[in-house]
């Protein structure tokens, strides 16, 4: 491998640093019986002796944490060869892990992907233990900081000159100002991912400094802002970034409208775009239908938008693959909005519909165009009964994962399925007050191949709203998917009804129910795609 030294022909130790020896062999068993044709077991062979540090390396590799960890115990040649091979690190980052650094990035020399981490009880590191990082691995590609609010700006500038290299860069709820974020930008030429969350230190009004462009606005491919008091301030950096993919902007403050429409003024590449919790309305929308690329939509919770919006985009955008809408059951987004995606997007393989009330009318339009739909997620509809359920059964054929959740169905719409969507592979129903677990038992034994996940009397102890926004690797929530333990003890490393009009109702309780929809639509699915084999990007 790469960073690994070659040692002396006439070396006997596979240290890769000479002051590593090895503990002394240890006797395999004490007073080893004797085997069968009076063999007895070496006590002094030590077999992994022959193996080379780069094969005991990739060994380590397949391993899991815990087992990684306890490898690293066996000896010192070992510990040195899992220290130094490891790329990946998770650390503590309160204030108290500082004097141990040094000690840390001794052994681990070789990490190219590191997190720091510091509760919110607790003070975190400062720019002197950022500095000293910065300095230990300058090879760093993906670095994520959150809570570690003693970081600023001059801590921010010290890790950019010395990790140039940064392809990954990720903060959340940092203290750091727009200095720090421009040095970031200044310096790392090769940044192609920076998400931003509740990044502290720009909220100063409306006298916040312009974040960007910088040298890293030529190789940025995405962009993530949440939950930002001046997220307009990272206007400059996504107008000059002429390669940006991915754009998510969730439960940022103030006006969008303007800013989409200066995104999307110049000519751009964006193939996926996420508005979740925003001031936006079809002005916004209207914007969107200037990037002919676009191939994602996730519209959340945005009540100012409306069937014009949506079906502007629908005819401008034609390479639509995956939407998802959660219309808040506002009754802005229904039938006029299905229809002309389902007329124009004949690419769409994946919708979700949340707090949306489409009739019979839509779906059918929408099964009888969208020929190539093949996940779809229907949640807090008051228009979907057994009608609507029979049409998607019937007309459906591609369709292979369906999710249903609190709509007006009951056993006969459910029974449909016995004979259609050929292809489907799974279907959850979740609250759905008319279909019984009998239903699920019949289904089964109709087709065996297909799971029938039915949950239609549990109540959940919580209720979440589990939006796109939600970090975690994916660091994003409705989205289909296609997110080891060192030494240094105390645990400061840890690494690795019936049809309808849509006119509805909205009030509190309707509305609090969306967001355990939600919820529902991220873990069915999840589920759906870690139970259905391997697959494409594209699978659930």
């Excluded at 052994?107 to 230990?136: E, G, H, M, P, Q």
């Excluded at 790392?188 to 400094?209: M, P, Q, W, Y």
């Excluded at 690329?293 to 390479?319: R, T």
Aim: charged share 20%.
């Amino acid at each position: 491998m790469g960073q690994t030294t070659s040692a002396p022909a006439n070396s006997s130790t596979h240290c890769r640093h000479p002051n590593l020896t090895p503990l002394e062999l240890r006797p395999t068993i004490s007073d080893p019986p004797p085997l069968g044709g009076g063999v007895l077991v070496n006590q002094q062979q030590d077999y992994t002796g022959e193996i080379p540090d780069e094969c005991l390396a990739l060994i380590f590799q397949s391993l899991g944490a815990g087992d990684r960890k306890h490898c690293s115990l066996v000896c010192r040649r070992w510990l040195a060869v899992e220290g130094q091979n490891r790329h990946r690190l998770s650390l503590n980052a309160s204030n108290e892990v500082a004097n141990h650094l040094p000690a840390i990035f001794d052994r681990f020399d070789s990490v190219t992907k590191l997190a720091l981490r510091c509760d919110r009880k607790s003070v975190s590191i400062n720019d002197d233990a950022l500095t000293l990082i910065s300095l230990r691995c300058r090879n760093l590609v993906r670095l994520k900081l959150r809570g570690c609010r003693e970081i600023c700006d001059q801590g921010m500038l010290a890790l950019a000159q010395n990790c140039k290299s940064l392809r990954k860069f990720s903060c959340g709820s940092c203290m750091f100002g727009a200095k720090g974020m421009n040095a970031l930008l200044d310096y790392c030429s090769s940044l192609e991912e920076l998400s931003v969350k509740r990044l502290r230190g720009i909220n100063d009004g409306f006298t916040a400094e312009p974040i960007g462009p910088g040298i890293a606005a030529s190789s940025l491919k995405s962009i993530t802002l949440k939950e930002l008091y001046n997220g307009q301030c990272f206007g400059p950096l996504i107008i000059g970034s002429k390669n940006l993919k991915t754009l998510k902007i969730l439960r940022c403050l103030g006006d969008w409208d303007r800013l989409l429409e200066n995104i999307t003024g110049r000519k751009n590449c964006l193939t996926e775009i996420h508005l979740e919790r925003l001031q936006v309305s079809d002005v916004g929308l209207m914007a969107i239908t200037k990037c002919p690329e676009l191939e994602i939509l996730h519209l959340v919770k945005a009540p100012d938008c409306s069937n014009f919006g949506i079906s502007a985009i629908a005819e401008a955008c034609k390479l639509l693959r995956k939407l998802h809408i959660d219309g808040w059951r506002t009754n802005r987004i229904g039938d006029e909005g299905l229809i002309s995606i389902a007329k124009h997007s004949v690419n769409l393989v994946e919708l979700v519909l949340i707090g949306v009330n489409p009739t019979s009318v839509s779906l059918m339009t929408m099964a009888l165009n969208c020929q190539k739909l093949e996940r779809l997620a229907l949640c807090g509809s008051e228009t979907i009964g057994d009608p609507e359920i029979s049409c998607i059964a019937a007309k459906c054929m591609a369709l292979k994962k369906l999710c249903i959740k609190g709509c007006r169905i009951t056993d006969s719409g459910i029974e449909a399925f016995a004979l259609g969507c050929p292809n489907l592979v799974k279907i959850k129903v979740k609250k759905c007050k008319g279909v019984t677990s009998e239903v699920a038992d019949w289904l089964r034994a109709r087709r065996v191949s297909l799971a029938v996940n039915l949950d239609a009397d549990e109540i959940e102890p919580e209720v979440i709203d589990a939006s796109t926004s939600d970090g975690g690797a994916q660091d994003e929530g409705v989205e289909f998917p296609p997110m080891i333990n060192g030494a240094m003890s105390s645990g400061i490393v840890n690494v690795d009804g019936p049809s309808a009009s849509n006119g509805g109702r909205s009030s509190n309780k309707s509305r609090f129910g969306l967001f355990a929809a939600r919820t529902f639509v991220a873990c069915a699915f999840r589920r759906l795609s870690n139970g259905g084999g391997g697959g494409s990007n594209d699978s659930l």
